[in-house]
């Protein structure tokens, strides 16, 4: 005759940590620092490459929401700095076309957990997630 099994008794001490999207590029340092800086806070990251797995116009629209289309982009990029887009930032329209293209145009990581979005590395912002 075989034994029930007991359901495994589940630790209250244990925090599930909270559960987020991190959108990155995997040598992009940034986006490491941030990881790290997550996980030791016991986030659940649910990756994405953005090489591997682009965004398209679509989700970047719905990603980007009511914010300022501008801080998505990042000031490191060659084509940015090429094109002076500081200076003269692209429309909206243009903006979601040229990151959707070349995903290294948008800023990394990019954090998202419910509504709320976390650009780069920004340990304040992520500590409020």
């Not at 629209?61 to 084509?79: A, C, Q, V, W």
Request: glycine share 4%; charged share 35%; proline share 7%.
């Amino acid at each position: 005759m075989a034994t029930a099994k007991k359901p495994r008794a589940v630790n209250p001490d244990k925090k599930t940590g909270k559960k987020v999207r991190f959108l990155h590029k995997p040598n992009c340092t940034t986006c490491r620092k941030a990881q790290k800086f997550m996980e030791r806070r016991g986030f659940q990251l649910n990756f994405r490459d953005l090489a591997k797995e682009r965004l398209s116009a679509a989700e970047l629209e719905k990603l980007i929401g009511p914010r300022d289309h501008t801080k998505f982009l990042n000031s490191r990029n060659e084509l940015f700095r090429r094109k002076k887009m500081k200076t003269n930032p692209p429309s909206r329209k243009e903006a979601v076309r040229m990151m959707s293209v070349e995903p290294n145009l948008i800023r990394r990581p990019v954090i998202v957990a419910g509504k709320r979005v976390v650009l780069g590395f920004d340990e304040p912002e992520i500590k409020k997630l």
